[in-house]
């Protein structure tokens, strides 16, 4: 994912939405840096910080 991507997105208003594949690259990109995203399951949404993949 570009530079130039991230800030156009963080350009626009806030209702402003990525596309579905920049959606999944941005999402892909923090996975690989290290964060994991914890679904609901009744206690809430949330993000873990772990280690970040090599390679």
Known sequence: ???STI???EAKAETATL???NNAAVV???ER???VFV???GKGRGI???KPMIG
């Open 48 to 50: 873990l910080i772990g």
């Open 28 to 30: 892909e990109t923090l």
């Open 19 to 21: 596309q579905i594949m």
């Open 7 to 9: 800030s156009a997105f």
């Open 1 to 3: 994912m570009s530079k």
């Open 39 to 41: 679904p609901d399951e």
């Open 33 to 35: 840096a290290g964060l």
